[in-house]
Nanobody, 118 residues
Framework: QVQLVESGGGLVQAGGSLRLSCAAS????????MGWYRQAPGKQREWVAA???????YYGDAMKGRVTISRDNAKNTVYLQMNSLKPEDTAVYYC????????????WGQGTQVTVSS
C-alpha cells in the first residue's frame, strides 16, 4: 500500500508559477514511478508528467516546456514545478504511484486544486 498526499495548489494569476508536492508513505518510494495527472471540470483525467526511481523524466504534451517534475527520495516526495500558467491549466492535480511511466499506477492522492485566473 502507498499513501499519497498532495499539497501546494491554490489560486494564481496567469503567467504565474506554483510548485506542487506529493508526500508518499507506505512503500519503498525510490522504486516507484511517480506521476502527475490533472482533471479539469467536465474533462477526462490527463497525464502531465512522470519520473522513474532513477530520475528519468517524461512529459505529456499538455504542459510540456512549462513544467518540471523532480523527486527527493530521501524525503519520499515528488514535486511538480509549473511555470507560465494559463487559465486552461485550472484543474485538480493528482499524484500517482506505479511501476511504469507510460501507464497509470494503482495509487492516487486526493488531489490539489489549481486555479489560474486571467
Amino acid at each position: 500500500q502507498v499513501q499519497l498526499v498532495e499539497s501546494g495548489g491554490g489560486l494564481v494569476q496567469a503567467g504565474g508559477s506554483l510548485r506542487l508536492s506529493c508526500a508518499a508513505s507506505g512503500s519503498d518510494f525510490s522504486r516507484n514511478v511517480m506521476g502527475w495527472y490533472r482533471q479539469a471540470p467536465g474533462k477526462q483525467r490527463e497525464w502531465v508528467a512522470a519520473i522513474t526511481g532513477g530520475g528519468s523524466t517524461y512529459y505529456g504534451d499538455a504542459m510540456k516546456g512549462r513544467v518540471t517534475i523532480s523527486r527527493d527520495n530521501a524525503k519520499n516526495t515528488v514535486y511538480l514545478q509549473m511555470n507560465s500558467l494559463k487559465p486552461e491549466d485550472t484543474a485538480v492535480y493528482y499524484c500517482n504511484a506505479g511501476s511504469l511511466w507510460w501507464k497509470q499506477g494503482n495509487y492516487w492522492g486526493q488531489g490539489t486544486q489549481v486555479t489560474v485566473s486571467s
